[in-house]
């Protein structure tokens, strides 16, 4: 199993998570990250860590956002590897909760 990170990360942009994920399986673009499947040991560290709570386990994503894992696997291939926390976007805690986020998604 993985963590997948879902919708409310779009915009928000929070990197509290990375900090703790001992390897290294968070990639970034530019207004939202993502978990590679394939490096992701399941430890559970991230989730907890994520103040705008966009982090589940993959067997835990609600089923409005199952779209999510495939756009994590898809998304690690395209983006590099982050390792270390960054600002947050000055507007992130206006981000944070709005719903139908997919669509401000940049690639």
Known sequence: ????????CIKCLYTDCVEV????CFHVG???M????????D??????????EAIFAEDDVPDDMQQYIALNAELTKKWPVLTEKTDSPADA??????KDKLKYLER
């Not at 993502?34 to 040991?41: A, G, L, S, T």
């Not at 430890?43 to 705008?52: I, R």
């Not at 805690?93 to 709005?98: A, F, I, L, P």
Request: proline share 13%.
């Open 21 to 24: 994920c001992p390897v290294d």
């Open 93 to 98: 805690k206006e981000w944070d909760g709005v």
């Open 43 to 52: 430890c559970t560290l991230c989730e907890p860590e994520c103040p705008a």
């Open 30 to 32: 530019p207004n939202f």
């Open 34 to 41: 993502v978990i590679d499947p394939d490096e992701c040991i």
């Open 1 to 8: 199993m993985t963590y997948v990170v879902t919708e409310n």
